[in-house]
């Protein structure tokens, strides 16, 4: 069963920056693109950046220029690297695998979660 496991979250101060970290395991066989998303109390998920299996990136306006994904195929591992972090970043984060398992069809798979609270 494939899981993806997240961690980096916490609590920082505006201004501040952390790195989010999501590995894949359990059999996933082949990974396409990899995201991340956010969701804020009483908003909807939204999406906050990607990189395909090419490292082409795309990132929601509101984060360019302070927040980097990358990733490592070697780990199926996707980061996201995040600067400059202002109170509406507050969130839980979450990473999003396109992939396969084994004679299985292309799917997308979710992580479970890490809160990112900026405040002073």
């Known amino acids: 069963q494939v899981q993806l496991v997240e961690s980096g979250g916490g609590l920082v101060q505006p201004g501040g920056s952390l790195r989010l970290s999501c590995a894949a395991s359990?059999?996933?066989?082949?990974?396409?693109?990899m995201g991340w998303y956010r969701q804020a109390p009483g908003k909807q998920r939204e999406l906050v950046a990607t990189i395909t299996s090419n490292s082409i990136t795309n990132y929601a306006d509101s984060v360019k220029g302070r927040f980097t994904i990358s990733r490592d195929n070697a780990k199926n591992t996707v980061y996201l690297q995040m600067n400059s972090l202002k109170p509406e970043d507050t969130a839980v984060y979450y990473c999003k695998v396109n992939g396969r398992e084994l004679l299985m069809s292309i799917r997308d798979y979710w992580g479970q979660g890490t809160q990112v609270t900026v405040s002073s």
């Open positions: 359990g059999g996933i066989r082949s990974i396409y693109a």
